[in-house]
């Protein structure tokens, strides 16, 4: 008994430690029975969602999934303990062309998927299509310099969207 016990207390250490991913399935005591929060993967795609939620040890601010499998479709993070493989994390920098960063009408400027499929998000689209870099300079996402390269401050990260 204290071998199974020992065992089913490593495996929950395995899964908490987990970093969460598309496609992994939400826990049922995670997911309320009758949830009817929706929320926007992209400016024209909604999924049931979770928000503020904590899964692997990290703070999602939304967690789109499945209704029928509560597989995960969709993630979004501001959580400062968030790495990716990369080791790229939120509130750190990020060195991008000017052609490599794209805006999407109402939703975010974003970044180039890292190699682990999440986006960088550098600002927010519904202020217009410029964006400071920490260099202080304004780039205009309309009239990219091919070559010209700046850094970004990384607000957050999505998977699953755009």
């Known amino acids: 008994m204290k071998i199974l016990v020992l065992l089913l207390a490593m495996l929950n250490a395995v899964f908490a430690a ?36 904590k ?17 995960i479709r969709y993630l979004a993070t501001e959580d400062e303990s968030f ?3 990369d080791g790229l994390r939120v509130g750190g920098l990020i060195e991008l062309a000017e052609s ?31 964006i400071n870099s920490v260099d202080g300079e304004a780039v205009d996402l309309t009239k990219p310099v091919p070559g010209r390269m700046h850094r970004f401050k990384i607000l957050g990260f999505d998977k699953g969207g755009v």
């Open 18 to 53: 987990a970093q969460a991913n598309l496609g992994m399935r939400l826990p049922s005591a995670t997911v309320p029975r009758n949830n009817t929060n929706l929320c926007l993967a992209t400016p024209s795609q909604t999924y049931p969602c979770l928000e503020d939620v």
């Open 55 to 71: 899964l692997g040890g990290v703070r999602f601010t939304v967690v789109g999934y499945a209704p029928h499998t509560r597989r």
């Open 83 to 85: 790495r990716t493989l």
């Open 100 to 130: 490599e960063i794209f805006s999407v009408a109402g939703w975010y400027i974003m970044g180039p998927r890292t190699k682990d499929g999440w986006r960088p998000i550098l600002g927010s689209f519904l202020v217009g299509d410029v």
